[in-house]
């Protein structure tokens, strides 16, 4: 098993500019999740892809979109960054009711 | 979205068991409890799962109460290494399977 892979580790950006993060999933799970955790906080849920389509949504607004690859790779797009989205990013690969692997995270910094 | 509720932290003394609890009332009958710990600067590492019958690992046990409205998660030695923040959530078995992490328990092993 090789896990799940989060690029990049760290990123500051500017307000008002867009991000992407990637996540490569762990072999063989086709869905993925991504979360947002503020410092001292539980993982807040973004979204979930299962085999290519958004199936579950939190309360986040569009301006966080994603993307799963056929190989069940994933990116998060964030536009119009504000200082709130200050965050760890964190991506989740599993396959359906099983256990979820994380990534160790995207820490985003928005200046 | 079914939520659970946590004490905010808990102490243990190393070597001795732990038992870390979980309330939630609003599970439905395709809700999974899991289990995952988090160590600081890391992502979040499952434990266990379950449905209605307890589960054992070589982690941990995981306790579910009959009428599935409260679980508790056992460590049976705990070790200063399991000095983490733990979350109890509920995912669906089916496609569209969201979780919500609370803020969790922080645990402290004391030597």
């Given at each position: ?8 580790t760290h ?77 760890l ?15 160790s995270g995207?820490r985003?910094?928005?200046? | ?37 988090q160590l600081p600067s890391q992502g ?68």
């Amino acid at each position: 098993e090789t896990g799940v892979t989060q690029s990049p580790t760290h990123l500051i950006k500017t307000r008002g500019q867009q991000v992407t993060l990637r996540c490569s999933s762990q072999s063989g799970h086709n869905t993925v999740s991504w979360y947002q955790q503020a410092l001292g906080q539980g993982p807040q849920f973004i979204f979930q892809y299962y085999r290519e389509e958004e199936n579950g949504r939190g309360n986040f607004p569009p301006r966080f979109s994603g993307l799963q690859f056929p190989n069940y790779s994933s990116e998060l797009n964030v536009n119009a960054l504000e200082l709130d989205d200050s965050a760890l990013y964190l991506c989740a690969s599993s396959l359906q009711k099983y256990g979820y692997t994380f990534g160790s995270g995207t820490r985003l910094t928005v200046v | 979205d079914a939520k659970t509720t946590q004490p905010n932290s808990m102490e243990s003394n190393e070597e001795e068991p732990v038992h870390l609890p979980c309330n939630h009332s609003t599970i439905s009958g395709t809700d999974y409890i899991h289990w995952y710990r988090q160590l600081p600067s890391q992502g979040p590492e499952y434990v266990i799962h379950g449905l209605t019958s307890n589960v054992n690992n070589r982690m941990a046990s995981l306790a579910i109460a009959e009428d599935r409205k409260s679980s508790t998660l056992i460590l049976h030695r705990a070790t200063l290494r399991d000095a983490a923040v733990y979350y109890c959530i509920l995912r669906s078995n089916t496609n569209a399977g969201k979780s919500t992490f609370g803020d969790g328990t922080t645990l402290t092993v004391k030597p």
